[in-house]
């Protein structure tokens, strides 16, 4: 069975650090386009993050840009999202999705999706 499994969700302070992991069962990402997306209550599912197949080209929201960093590692079929100096509005779920082909903010155009991982920035 094919799915994605994000995992390094928590409960964190205001300007501390956390790294999500999406790791991949089933089918090689070496193919996949990845985006981080991330729903908070009450909201839509919005794009927070995405990376190339290769991890040659990625890009970010402008909320998170500077603070956040996207990577893979192919050889273990993982991608990865260094978040920084986290904020009380970076609270939401976290999901992974991966699609073929460039990168789209539209969540609709994912065929892959993982369950979600819970980020929680509070003092």
């Known amino acids: 069975q094919s799915q994605l499994v994000e995992s390094g969700g928590g409960l964190v302070q205001p300007g501390e650090s956390l790294r999500l992991s999406c790791a991949a069962s089933?089918?090689?990402?070496?193919?996949?386009?990845i985006g981080w997306f991330r729903q908070a209550p009450g909201k839509e599912r919005e794009g927070v993050s995405w990376?190339?197949?290769?991890?040659?080209?990625?890009a970010y929201a402008d909320s998170v840009k500077g603070r956040f960093t996207i990577a893979r590692d192919n050889a273990k079929n993982t991608v990865y999202l260094q978040m920084n100096d986290l904020k009380p509005e970076d609270t939401a779920v976290y999901y992974c999705?991966?699609?073929?082909?460039?990168?789209?903010?539209?969540?609709?155009?994912?065929?892959?999706w993982g369950q979600g991982t819970q980020v929680t920035v509070s003092s």
């Open positions: 999705a991966a699609k073929i082909g460039f990168r789209s903010y539209y969540p609709a155009n994912y065929n892959y």
């Open positions: 089933g089918f090689t990402l070496d193919y996949y386009t």
């Open positions: 990376i190339s197949n290769t991890g040659g080209n990625t």
